[in-house]
């Protein structure tokens, strides 16, 4: 493999905890049949990243774990049963690798980037030919690694599960990721979005995004009773549940009769599911990321558009923990990524 390191350096999770990430040398491998390796050029975080190295994720994951989902990067060498890509192509691993198509499970053997299978936070990876899509010419190595999962969630909430359209009603929660994807998502479908967070200026940017309204969750502790008089009270068509305990009952009640819940994340805690009743005909949907052709039409859909994902702030690789810090600290705006 011309020009490729006989190692490189990798981030491993060794246990649950910061003090159990450590940077290493690994043996950069040569890929075999249907594998391609990837110099790896940008990593974006995600809520789950955090949660895995403090050990309260829900699904399985490993250790020694590489851990984070996202990233993009270039090819630098292919096996020799690779027919769809060369040296020098701009590509971005799917989340859900072997999730390829049509509603989740019709291929059951799919892994998570960064879970049960190592991720992106190291400077090369294989993967296999049909795990990766090509990027924009337009787009940033940083800014294609901030979608594989965010970007991706909140299109498959919005867009096949939701099909959102012109003149819908949608509520997004905060400014994290997957919120300020659904809100550029939700305004280039033609639907009206109303945006809540903890921070005015956070909503003053929001709103420069695009969305026609914002709410001060924490100055307005009934925010479901602001959304709804935003509505006329008739309450919104879809809301993209990233809150969890604290906000789920007041998303509903934001709904209109008949309206869809996506129901996404936990950032303030579980919902017991006994809690969750369906009222006046809502819709609670449960999300799971998205399959590679979901992660291709964000993607294409987005281009299309000009629009551009917003990177709260990058950091160089070595310093991925100091980037988790600022991820558990919350004062981020959209996605935090890391340069290699
Ligand atoms: N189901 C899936 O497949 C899937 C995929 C992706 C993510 N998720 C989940 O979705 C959630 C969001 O992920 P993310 O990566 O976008 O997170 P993130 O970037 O860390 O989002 C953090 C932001 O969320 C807002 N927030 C925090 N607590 C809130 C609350 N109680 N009410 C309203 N907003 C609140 C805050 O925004 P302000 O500072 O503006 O208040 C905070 O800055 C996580 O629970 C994650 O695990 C699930």
């Not at 940077?23 to 949660?51: C, E, F, H, I």
């Not at 190595?141 to 979608?147: G, S, W």
């Not at 109303?194 to 695009?210: M, P, V």
Request: hydrophobic residues 45%; glycine residues 12%; charged residues 20%.
């Amino acid at each position: 493999m011309n020009g490729t390191p006989a190692d490189h350096a990798a981030f491993a999770l060794q246990g649950n905890g910061f003090d159990t990430l450590h940077l290493q040398r690994r043996a950069t491998p040569a890929p075999v049949g249907a594998q391609v390796l990837v110099r790896m050029r940008a990593a974006s975080l995600n809520y789950r990243d955090l949660k895995i190295l403090e050990g309260r994720y829900a699904m399985p994951t490993i250790r020694p774990l590489v851990p984070l989902s996202d990233g993009a990067g270039e090819i630098v060498a292919v096996g020799d049963g690779v027919d769809a890509w060369k040296p020098g192509d701009r590509v971005l691993p799917i989340y859900m690798q072997g999730w390829y198509d049509g509603p989740f499970g019709r291929q059951p053997h799919w892994r998570g980037l960064g879970g049960d299978v190592d991720g992106t936070a190291r400077e090369y990876a294989l993967f296999d030919q049909q795990d990766l899509l090509a990027i924009p010419d337009t787009w940033s190595f940083a800014e294609a690694a901030t979608l594989a999962c965010a970007a991706v969630t909140a299109w498959h909430a919005l867009v096949p599960v939701g099909g959102v359209k012109a003149g819908d009603t949608v509520l997004t929660l905060g400014s994290g990721g997957v919120s300020v994807f659904a809100l550029q998502i939700a305004t280039l479908n033609g639907a009206r979005v109303i945006a809540t967070s903890s921070d005015d200026a956070k909503l003053a940017r929001l709103k420069a995004l695009g969305a026609a309204e914002g709410v001060n969750y924490r100055a307005t502790p009934d925010w479901d009773r602001a959304v709804r008089d935003l509505t006329g009270r008739r309450g919104v068509d879809m809301v993209v549940e990233v809150g969890g305990g604290d906000t789920f009952d007041r998303s509903i009640r934001a709904t209109r009769d008949g309206g869809q819940v996506l129901r996404v994340g936990d950032l303030s805690g579980g919902v017991d599911p006994s809690r969750i009743t369906v009222e006046r005909g809502v819709t609670v949907t449960p999300i799971v990321v998205g399959s590679r052709a979901m992660t291709a039409e964000a993607m294409h859909a987005l281009a299309a558009a000009g629009t551009r994902p917003v990177i709260d702030r990058a950091f160089p690789f070595h310093d991925l923990p100091a980037a988790l810090r600022h991820l558990e600290a919350g004062r981020h705006f959209g996605k935090i990524v890391i340069e290699f």
